[in-house]
T-cell receptor
Framework: DAKTTQPDSMESTEGETVHLPCSHATISGNEYIYWYRQVPLQGPEYVTH???QNTTNSMAFLAIASDRKSSTLILPHVSLRDAAVYHC??????????????FGEGTKLTVSS | GALVYQYPRRTICKSGTSMRMECQAVGFQATSVAWYRQSPQKTFELIALSTVNSAIKYEQNFTQEKFPISHPNLSFSSMTVLNAYLEDRGLYLCGARPGQGTLYFGAGTRLSVL
């Protein structure tokens, strides 16, 4: 039961800044927003995560709406290596306190030269 | 850095037979391990979540009788697919996490069933 909604695909050109949107209207107060990306024949690779504040690292900038019902992963100056399926995921806490990630379909990002 | 190795990378088994896959965490202590299956249609299903010194929690539609999991220490976990049939094919992913930290995935074990 994925709790996030993403566009199926997006296209970009090398050097562009890409904005990948994600909707999570039913997010709970203690659920973190995680982003992973996956290329063919590999497992998901961690990109970033956040709870309420915007976050940034060497891979991406994560902008979280003030009501937390949506977020946007921003990839600056994409290259061909950034082509992947990007998954926006909520980290859900089980009753026992352990956490699990619920994956949706993700957005397939294509990058052309 | 944190790395997760899975082996074998791919395997083929005859319908009705079983196969075991392994997951090794390197560079961190895998307090909890999550096993996922990614179907040929690319959808993810969480099979079970294993935390050291706690009972393994299986998700709906997955059972210990079908997917027994072992998580004996902070660096290793294994899962067996018993009596595999066509609907069991897919990419089996192991995600390992130190404490409440980030979940790191291996490259997966791709299971084909003849």
């Amino acid at each position: 039961d994925a709790k996030t909604t993403q566009p199926d695909s997006m296209e970009s050109t090398e050097g562009e800044t890409v904005h990948l949107p994600c909707s999570h209207a039913t997010i709970s107060g203690n659920e973190y927003i995680y982003w992973y990306r996956q290329v063919p024949l590999q497992g998901p690779e961690y990109v970033t995560h956040g709870l309420q504040q915007n976050t940034t690292n060497s891979m991406a900038f994560l902008a979280i709406a003030s009501d937390r019902k949506s977020s946007t992963l921003i990839l600056p100056h994409v290259s061909l290596r950034d082509a992947a399926v990007y998954h926006c995921i909520l980290r859900v806490l089980n009753q026992g306190g352990s956490a699990k990630l619920i994956f949706g379909e993700g957005t397939k990002l294509t990058v052309s030269s | 850095g944190a790395l997760v190795y899975q082996y074998p990378r791919r395997t083929i088994c005859k319908s009705g037979t079983s196969m075991r896959m392994e997951c090794q965490a390197v560079g961190f202590q895998a307090t909890s391990v999550a096993w996922y299956r990614q179907s040929p249609q690319k959808t993810f299903e969480l099979i079970a979540l294993s935390t050291v010194n706690s009972a393994i929690k299986y998700e709906q539609n997955f059972t210990q009788e079908k997917f027994p999991i072992s998580h004996p220490n902070l660096s290793f976990s294994s899962m067996t697919v018993l009596n595999a049939y066509l609907e069991d094919r897919g990419l089996y992913l192991c995600g390992a996490r130190p404490g409440q930290g980030t979940l790191y995935f291996g490259a997966g074990t791709r299971l084909s069933v003849l």
